[in-house]
């Protein structure tokens, strides 16, 4: 679960628990390019921190997206941050495309399909180390998962 902050006005704007709100959301980092968002789970933890404020850029097309690249996305209930994994081949029930995200404490689990429309942004600033990456899919490739 996520607090949203406006890193203008440093207001508390949120939560966003429905479509409508993520949807205002969506346009609201459209316009300003950017905003800060207070991350209060520990998915991404040591990388991203409980409390921690991380400034999202407003997301574009696919080609922004690169294993690990760090994202925003709505879940259909919540904002979640993890990192990005795959592109699905294969689109979903609606004929959407999608992606596959994981975060660091289930690096060997795929989270369920994210729509592309529900990206809200990429975190800016952020890269998880190399050796950490490294770490992470050789994991995988051992656990032949990945």
């Known amino acids: 679960m996520l607090k949203y902050q ?3 006005d440093r207001q508390y704007s949120g939560p966003y628990h429905d479509q409508t709100s993520f949807d205002s959301l969506k346009e609201r980092i459209k316009k300003q390019g950017f905003m800060g968002i207070r991350i209060i789970s520990d998915s991404m933890d040591p990388f991203i921190q409980v409390g921690e404020e991380v400034t999202v850029s407003e997301f574009v097309n696919n080609k922004q997206l690169q294993r690990f690249t760090p994202i925003l996305y ?8 993890h990192y990005f ?11 959407k495309q999608t992606i596959v995200t994981r975060s660091l404490k289930q ?12 990206i809200l942004g990429i ?12 770490s992470i899919l050789l994991s995988n490739i051992f656990s032949s998962t990945g």
């Open 6 to 8: 406006n890193m203008e």
């Open 74 to 81: 709505w879940d259909g209930k919540k904002l979640v941050c």
């Open 85 to 95: 994994w795959n592109q699905s081949r294969i689109p979903n029930a609606d004929g």
């Open 107 to 118: 690096t060997k689990s795929n989270d369920v399909p994210v729509p592309i429309e529900n």
């Open 123 to 134: 975190v800016v600033g952020r890269k998880l180390s190399a050796m950490k990456r490294i």
